[in-house]
T-cell receptor, first 114, second 113 residues
């Protein structure tokens, strides 16, 4: 009965490289959300996806960031040409549907940019 | 500024005491939720209160919601060392995607023996 699985737990990239963060939702959950957390701050919504569809990306930076949730496989958050300011913890959450069910969170990927 | 702001930012109490955290928000909400985050871990859902509810209990947790003041409080009774964590309130908007949560800045709770 695995929860939300994120990998890697820690990711180190040099400026200009690409970062790929993966999230496998809980079994039976078709809704995935990505959040970003800076040190000593709360989580900031980035994007909400259902299978093969982006529903709400209002929190996603317009450039360099993209997200997908393919029919098969995990959801991917991709950051191209990373900069120091991208250093943060990125959390994925999932839920089964839109009725008042809480979101279940993974343990996050801590991204460090050198 | 934050949609949700917790008060206090940090709280240190002794085991057995009660801990109260407050959250204020700005816009109309569908529901308000409280989450706990242990250091280096993801968030764990604690309790959800709908906009038409005023109070809710779950074990040692008691949550109140005052929509006229746009505020909520989380009370943890008889605290334990294991309650040491950061606590966040999160609001879901009334209009639009109900699942798009907006988190506050959190209260860091330290419970000492």
């Amino acid at each position: 009965n695995a929860g939300v699985m994120q990998n890697p737990r820690h990711l180190v990239r040099r400026r200009g490289q690409e970062a790929r963060l993966r999230c496998s939702p809980m079994k039976g959950h078709s809704h995935v959300y990505w959040y970003r957390q800076l040190p000593e701050e709360g989580l900031k919504f980035m994007v909400y996806l259902q299978k093969e569809n982006i529903i709400d990306e209002s929190g996603m930076p317009k450039e360099r960031f993209s997200a997908e949730f393919p029919k098969e496989g995990p959801s991917i958050l991709r950051i191209q040409q990373v900069v120091r300011g991208d250093s943060a913890a990125y959390f994925c959450a999932s839920s089964p549907d839109l009725t008042l069910k809480p979101q279940h969170f993974g343990d996050g990927t801590r991204l460090s940019i050198l | 500024s934050q949609q949700g702001e917790e008060d206090p930012q940090a709280l240190s109490i002794q085991e057995g005491e009660n801990a109260t955290m407050n959250c204020s928000y700005k816009t109309s909400i569908n529901n308000l939720q409280w989450y706990r985050q242990n250091s280096g871990r993801g968030l764990v859902h604690l309790i959800l209160i709908r906009s038409n509810e005023r109070e809710k209990h779950s074990g040692r947790l008691r949550v109140t919601l005052d929509t006229s003041k746009k505020s909520s409080s989380l009370l943890i009774t008889a605290s334990r060392a294991a309650d040491t964590a950061s606590y966040f309130c999160a609001t879901a908007p009334r209009v639009g995607t109900a699942s798009k949560l907006t988190f506050g800045t959190g209260t860091r709770l330290q419970v000492t023996l």
